[in-house]
């Protein structure tokens, strides 16, 4: 790869939230690439924007719960069979409050809590490697906390 070449690319950075209630897991049914598969509440980061306050919007946006962030759950590098490449940024996450009137992000189906089970047995309807493996990190207890994510300026 020349250095023009490398200056221009860049992976998809994006946020994840594992939000757990009474042993259920917060995920999002959601159309992408004409399928309807299954995802945290994730998306990708706006310019400016803080990775907390990334993870907290999409959130709302997808499942219309207001979230506490509570730990980082760690850093996540995929890349897709069309060759783009992700960098994800998982979050765990408390809810705090439903807004049901809330309308859900275009291509967003739904909001669902889901066992650990249901989410594994589920596998050929996740969007990406990347849901089950953030999903069995934070069950296995992987948590940091959130000063392990610095923001300089």
Wanted: aromatic residues 8%.
């Amino acid at each position: 790869m020349s250095v023009a070449e490398d200056r221009i690319w860049q992976p998809d950075t994006t946020v994840a939230t594992v939000v757990v209630r009474e042993g259920r897991l917060l995920m999002v049914e959601e159309y992408a690439e004409g399928r309807l598969v299954l995802n945290q509440p994730a998306g990708h980061l706006e310019p400016d924007e803080h990775l907390f306050d990334a993870a907290v919007r999409e959130t709302l946006e997808e499942s219309a719960w207001t979230v506490r962030l509570t730990h980082f759950v760690g850093a996540y590098q995929w890349k897709a069979e069309t060759g783009r490449q992700y960098l994800r940024l998982a979050f765990a996450g408390e809810a705090l409050t439903h807004h049901a009137e809330r309308a859900l992000d275009e291509g967003i189906v739904r909001a669902l809590w889901m066992t650990p089970d249901e989410l594994r047995q589920a596998a050929p309807r996740h969007r990406s490697p990347l849901v089950w493996k953030v999903a069995a990190d934070y069950l296995a207890g992987r948590r940091f906390p959130l000063s392990a994510v610095s923001r300089l300026a």
